[in-house]
Nanobody, 118 residues
Framework: QVQLVESGGGLVQPGASLRLSCAASGFTFSGYRMCWVRQAPGKGLEWVSSIATGGVSTYYADSVKGRFTISRDNAKNTLYVQMNSLKSEDTAVYYC???????????WGKGTLVTVSS
């Protein structure tokens, strides 16, 4: 069955960087758009970024544009997001999802917590 397992979260100071990974299995990873969605404490889901099947086309929420970079390694069935210049408002549980946006997401990972605090 489909499995999405995120890793790489943790506690960092403002301005620091983190790279999240999502190991995918149970489906043909290279055939699907993928995305990251986050949920800050006490708030709703926020789409963060998407990537097309080949990895060339990428899309970002305005809140992370210029700071986050999404990528994928289809040979390793792994999705990444490089997060730079982290801010306190980036504190959230980050979910990897199969699909490009809310309307076509059909599987979610369990999430990894990113806390940005001094």
């Amino acid at each position: 069955q489909v499995q999405l397992v995120e890793s790489g979260g943790g506690l960092v100071q403002p301005g620091a960087s983190l790279r999240l990974s999502c190991a995918a299995s149970g489906f043909t990873f290279s055939g699907y758009r993928m995305c990251w969605v986050r949920q800050a404490p006490g708030k709703g889901l926020e789409w963060v970024s998407s990537i097309a099947t080949g990895g060339v086309s990428t899309y970002y929420a305005d809140s992370v544009k210029g700071r986050f970079t999404i990528s994928r390694d289809n040979a390793k069935n792994t999705l990444y997001v490089q997060m730079n210049s982290l801010k306190s408002e980036d504190t959230a549980v980050y979910y990897c999802a199969k699909g490009g946006y809310y309307y076509d997401i059909n599987y979610w990972g369990k999430g990894t917590l990113v806390t940005v605090s001094s």
